[in-house]
């Protein structure tokens, strides 16, 4: 059965700084589920590693809209622009989006609000990618791509011109005078 | 005469030759190239109902169960993921409250979870250290104060997924 609450957001985002005082950047969130998702976005520090390494008081962290409504199989973004960063080192910090409860029922019952986080690191140089080594490249040179390929070639169009010249021998213009 | 085109002809070709061999070494030696792509870690969090119903329940009760819920958790992250709640007061009409350190849940990984008095925050409710789909049961069970008036008694339980 369908559920109407159900929302993807990024799990893990590296954000590199690079020197740079200032930094933006998106997150998608897409509503899985059969209902409308009014959410709200705010940042907080969830577990060890942002309690560990919480964003500076000086930096300043807004997020863009911090309201919004997604419809069901449809993807939105916010945007989240941190300013006033200053010093290096690694800070996390959690972009949480509360999707609130559409209605109340009565009788006894709590209503589910579901929400989601994304554990945002920044450091200086963002994520360090690991690519894969190349294989070893084997070269292959067929025997006619190499210089004696090409001193033959030369001595054989010499051969094929003299040869030419030989039996359509080129008549001299006469002198006139 | 003839002989002075030689050394023209011999060098045409020369070059012709050479072009062509770097061409047909460039289409034909067997290279590579490095690939690279990255994948984005996601996390889903689906709940399997909007609510739980704990039907109708006597002042005095104790642990009353409430409706199936299934909390669904997906991650790519290889590291897994923790799975945190926190419930509120259930409020009625009236003044009176069914406060949340009534209210417990238990899962099959984990204790039955109580929450304290005017507890605002999420409490780990269950947690996986790898990647995948996992659907978690949740099991919540209410207490009613003696003295409850009776009443409709809302109130809402949140639920929180997050990378470890």
Redesign the interface.
């Known amino acids: ?1 369908p ?10 985002v590296d954000v590199g700084m690079h020197g740079h005082s200032r930094v933006t950047f998106d997150l998608a969130v897409t509503d ?2 059969t ?1 409308p998702l009014r959410l709200a976005v705010s940042t907080a520090e ?2 060890r590693a942002a309690l560990a390494h919480p964003v500076p008081v000086t930096w300043h962290v807004s997020v863009t809209p911090a309201h919004l409504t997604v419809h069901p199989g449809r993807t939105r973004e916010v945007r989240v622009t941190v300013s006033g960063a200053t010093g290096t080192g690694v800070h996390v910090l ?1 972009v ?1 989006f ?1 999707a609130r ?19 945002v690191t920044f450091s200086e140089s963002g994520r360090v ?1 690991a ?2 080594a ?2 070893p ?6 025997w ?3 210089p004696v ?2 001193v033959v ?2 001595a ?3 051969v094929a ?2 040869l030419f ?1 030989r039996r359509h021998p ?1 008549r001299m213009p006469a002198h006139r005078g | ?2 002989r002075r ?2 050394p023209v ?6 070059v ?3 072009a062509g ?2 061409a ?2 460039a289409a ?7 690939s ?1 792509a ?1 994948v ?18 006597n002042a005095g009760d104790a642990d009353d169960p ?1 409706s199936a ?1 299934s909390a ?1 958790v997906t ?3 290889g590291h897994g ?2 799975l ?1 709640a926190s ?1 509120a007061d ?1 409020t009625g009409n009236g003044p009176d409250v069914i406060p949340l350190t009534n ?1 417990s849940v238990m899962t099959a990984d984990y204790a039955p979870q109580t929450w304290p008095a005017e507890s605002t925050g ?1 409490q780990p409710v269950d947690a996986k250290t790898a990647g995948g789909t996992y659907n978690l049961f949740q099991s ?1 069970q ?1 207490s009613v104060p003696g003295a409850t008036p009776a009443d ?13």
């Open positions: 059965m559920s109407p609450v159900s929302l993807t957001v990024p799990a893990i899985h589920g209902a969830l577990g959690n949480v509360t409860p559409h209605v109340r029922h009565g009788g006894s019952t709590d209503d589910l609000s579901a929400a989601v986080a994304s554990k990618t690519f894969a190349a294989p490249v084997t070269r292959y040179y067929p006619w791509s190499g390929a090409g070639a030369v054989a169009v010499i011109w003299r010249r080129r | 005469m003839k085109w030689l002809a011999g060098a045409l070709a020369a012709i030759t050479v061999a770097g047909a070494q034909n030696s067997p290279g590579s190239v490095t690279s990255t984005g870690s996601t996390i889903t969090l689906t709940l399997s109902a909007a609510s739980v119903n704990f039907g109708t329940v409430g819920l669904t991650t790519n992250d993921f923790i945190a419930p259930m209210m999420y919540w209410l409709y008694y809302t109130g809402v339980i949140s639920y929180l997924a997050t990378a470890s």
